[in-house]
T-cell receptor, first 113, second 115 residues
Framework: EAQVTQNPRYLITVTGKKLTVTCSQN?????MSWYRQDPGLGLRQIYY???????DKGDVPEGYKVSRKEKRNFPLILESPSPNQTSLYFC????????????FGPGTRLTVL | AQSVAQPEDQVNVAEGNPLTVKCTYS??????LFWYVQYPNRGLQFLLK??????LVKGSYGFEAEFNKSQTSFHLKKPSALVSDSALYFC?????????????FGAGTRLFVKA
């Protein structure tokens, strides 16, 4: 089954404790993206990647890092999380050369205390 | 700069009635427009898109949307609403003239369909 998986689905952590949210897709897509969803603000793009070792900033990249060492994986890294990063995070894989649509993971709800 | 506006936080409609969820956009280049739906505790699912061609596009679950270049709008419509259509709907735009993949989403419109 074609899918995007994220782990963990829920995470409660404390300020300053480094964390990584993993994202993996099995559709061989070149493009992947991370978003955060906040009430009243919709989805805001954090980072996106157009291929292995190619990443670019979205609208709200501050406080986040990403890496793309393999096509299937696109982890989101918070080196020093802060409470304003409490949010619902979605990873997406993009069928850029086919339907040009985004396939979203199930989401990761992060709480930073 | 790209932007998307969904002017209604919430739309209420009775089952069987037509529904419209509004979206206007701003983009400097060629607009690629999308609608996504989010059910509770789920990720977003693709509904339909406009890239080029016919201004009226049809998508999943009986939804359609009309691209209006002069009004920079891409309203989502359905002739007859179902209770199961109740969800959060997002409009999104990408500048098709750029080589990147920066995508802007609207704030979302919550649709309530009453039986």
């Amino acid at each position: 089954e074609a899918q995007v998986t994220q782990n963990p689905r829920y995470l409660i952590t404390v300020t300053g404790k480094k964390l990584t949210v993993t994202c993996s897709q099995n559709m061989n897509h070149e493009y992947m993206s991370w978003y955060r969803q906040d009430p009243g603000l919709g989805l805001r793009q954090i980072y996106y990647s157009m291929n292995v070792e190619v990443t670019d900033k979205g609208d709200v990249p501050e406080g986040y890092k990403v890496s793309r060492k393999e096509k299937r994986n696109f982890p989101l890294i918070l080196e020093s999380p802060s409470p304003n990063q409490t949010s619902l995070y979605f990873c997406a894989s993009i069928d850029r050369w086919g339907s040009d649509t985004q396939y979203f993971g199930p989401g990761t709800r992060l709480t930073v205390l | 700069a790209q932007s998307v506006a969904q002017p209604e936080d919430q739309v209420n409609v009775a089952e069987g009635n037509p529904l419209t969820v509004k979206c206007t956009y701003s983009v400097s280049g060629n607009p690629y427009l999308f609608w996504y739906v989010q059910y509770p505790n789920r990720g977003l699912q693709f509904l339909l898109k406009y890239i080029t061609g016919d201004n009226l596009v049809k998508g999943s679950y009986g939804f359609e949307a009309e691209f209006n270049k002069s009004q920079t709008s891409f309203h989502l419509k359905k002739p007859s609403a179902l209770v199961s259509d109740s969800a959060l709907y997002f409009c999104a735009v990408r500048d098709g003239d750029t080589g990147g993949f920066k995508t802007i989403f609207g704030a979302g419109t919550r649709l309530f369909v009453k039986a």
